[in-house]
């Protein structure tokens, strides 16, 4: 005749194991976790530098080809007709041809 097994030992094993898997499962979460933290951290110092290598190149642009552009606005303002002086002349003309007109006849 064979001894029953003694159920304590059976459960007691049963825990040591169920203990293992667990552990085991939570190694491999920290060491996914961690992996994601260096991930983040170096998509993070990524867009750090890609956000300044574009405000580097905003503003060489903004060097080389806004100020061409003002100079040339500037050149083309000083080109201008003064359009009011103008404007007034010929209302002070008008304005003489009328009267020359009334006392003429």
């Given amino acids: 005749m064979t001894a029953a097994p003694d159920p304590t030992t059976n459960v007691a094993v049963e825990l040591a194991q169920l203990r293992g898997e667990i552990n085991t499962g939570l190694e491999n979460i920290k060491g996914t976790l961690g ?7 170096r998509t993070d110092a990524d867009v750090r530098q890609l956000r300044i290598d574009m405000e580097a190149e905003l503003q060489k642009i903004r060097e080389d080809e806004l100020k061409p552009l003002r100079a ?6 000083q080109g201008r007709w003064p359009l009011a002086q103008i404007g007034a ?6 304005v003489v041809a009328a009267v020359v007109s009334l006392f003429g006849h």
């Fill in 35 to 41: 992996i994601l933290v260096e991930r983040t951290s």
């Fill in 72 to 77: 040339e606005v500037e050149s083309l303002k």
């Fill in 89 to 94: 002349l010929v209302g002070l003309g008008g």
